[in-house]
């Protein structure tokens, strides 16, 4: 089994909310777009991160999700500047629900969350131990 990840899909019952914050807030770049299936890919640098409406995928399937947005944190690449990035995001209107600190194993984080309550992860090394 081929263990690169590719792609990063949130259900959503939130469609259009969910596409205007990874277009608009954090600055996505939209890769694909079928709004008839509810359904957006973004490029990243190394994925694409992409939004599904639940209702389509409850049809795709054919049975009814049951999972909850953040039950799951994900994490972007290693940041220059934490710091920096939090006040931009800050600006922006992002809801942070926990500030930079520095963590006892050496990262800088910080934690917000996308309008489904699903949690990110901003990082940046500041010790050399990995």
């Keep these: 089994m081929n263990t690169s990840i590719e792609w990063i899909i949130l259900i ?3 469609y259009n909310t969910m ?3 990874y277009r608009d807030t954090l600055g996505f770049p939209i890769e694909r777009d079928v709004p008839e299936e509810e359904f957006t890919q973004f490029k990243t640098d190394n994925c694409f991160i992409a939004i599904y409406g639940r209702q389509f995928v409850q049809k795709l399937l054919g ?4 999972g909850k947005p953040g039950a799951s944190i994900y994490s972007f690449k290693e940041s220059m500047d934490v710091d920096s990035d939090y006040q931009q995001l800050k600006t922006k209107g992002v809801q942070f629900i926990k500030t930079p600190q520095t963590q006892p194993w050496g990262q800088r984080t910080a934690y917000f969350t996308d309008p489904d ?3 990110w992860e901003i990082q940046q090394w500041v010790s050399k131990e990995k």
């Design 117 to 119: 309550g699903n949690i």
């Design 12 to 14: 959503t019952e939130n």
């Design 19 to 21: 596409k205007v914050f």
């Design 63 to 66: 049975k009814p999700i049951v």
